[in-house]
């Protein structure tokens, strides 16, 4: 079998989980983590004569995401049903946009051709939708348990034309994509939680043909290398029927990561199966178009535009290529600009050194970030950790265990601090202990002085506030 006799054709739909309080059409929470069955009310378990109503911030998230995306808003779009049966979808449909949707056209940037042109994969739509339940098949000998609480939790599915060429291509389109999202902050984009999830349309044919094989839908991948490997699976796989005189079956697959391979689900669904009609308990979606340009006109700066900016302030691309690569190991982009713009340059300036000589490389600035988010050191300790890399070159990890900054979070180390410092100051303990709640910063700081920046504050507020303050 030769794959340079095939060209693979990809095309993605990614759902994203939009960063709000509560669900798309109810009051229930819609955070992660909570025991089964928690988050539910009778709208999102369908009970006879509950209604859906429309959550404003899942609107404002969905808009920022399609403008950011640079994509055209329309301003009335229609909620419609979308009709199946699974046991995790108590109504029997799905809430979605069919026909008229949020948001059409739009794309993203993924990198360079050997030619220095854009490589750019074009979106057909964004649109709207809830979610449905969760089955699980694996906790239960024989039995499948169903969990509501992610049902009608509020998503966005980003459907891309079928412009990828290469599982990399792929994965550098997920990694762009979700940055974007970060930056945008519309969600946590998290694929651990759930909160991103990505199905691939994938296709093959001989290079230079326009018209597009027939594709099958890849779905169960948990991760962007999975994505990518599942992509060169069902590549390869669809390249060795057609070599032996098969023909593709439109079908959807799941992807099967502990063997590394695709395995069959269902015949693949058309539009035509799902019965979409117009959503009758819920009035179309009409965008006032002052507050769309207002919206538009808030968007924070993005990565693209960004990293130009640095170039041009700047002159130099080497210092938006470091940005961008701490940023990406990182996964955090503020955190990665404050400190690039921050510590970084004024390290760099006061060095006489330029970037490809600086000791503090991206992937060690993005673990001292790391460790700052994960709690492992304080924001204050990290500044520590900074300068002793940049003397050093030594990563951030081992900095901040050479020099004893690793935040403490065992309880009985801080118990004795947060004792040490009742003793040391009795008259503002007797006030916090009567209930003069104010001065519990005040203790939290001493605390912090005497642990010398390693103890959590976290824990710190928990112990003082079980001491009767």
Known sequence: MSRERYEMVVGLEVHVQLKTRTKAFCGCSADFGAPPNVNTCPVCLALPGALPVLNGHAVELATRAALGLGCKIDPVSIFARKNYFYPDLPKGYQISQFDQPLATGGS?????????????VRITRLHMEEDAGKSIHDRYPGVTAIDLNRSGVPLIEIVSEPDIRTASDAGAY??????????????????????????????????????????????????????????????????????AGGKVEQQTLLWDGARETVRPSRSKEGSHDYRYF??????????DHKWIHETRAHLPELPDARKKRLVEEHGISALADYFEAVARASRDGKAAYNWVMGEVMVAVRSSDKDFDNFKVRPADLAQLLNLVRDGTISHTAAKRVFARMVETGHQAAQVAADEGLLQVGDESAIATWVDEVLAEHPEEAKRYLSGEKKLQGVLVGFVMKKSKGRADPKRV??????RGG
């Open 278 to 287: 117009p959503e009758p308990d819920l009035l179309p979606l009409t965008l």
């Open 461 to 466: 507020n928990q112990l003082l506030s079980g």
């Open 174 to 243: 997920l990694r762009t994509l979700k940055q974007i999202l970060q930056y945008l902050d519309v969600s946590d984009v998290s694929m651990e939680e759930g909160s991103l999830r990505v199905d691939a349309n994938i296709s093959v044919r001989p290079p230079g043909q326009n018209k597009l094989g027939t594709k099958t839908e890849v779905k169960n991948m948990n991760s962007f290398s999975g994505v990518e490997k599942a992509l060169e699976s069902e590549f390869a796989r669809q390249c060795a029927l057609i070599d």
């Open 108 to 120: 993203v940037v993924i990198g360079k051709d050997g030619q220095g042109n854009d490589i750019r």
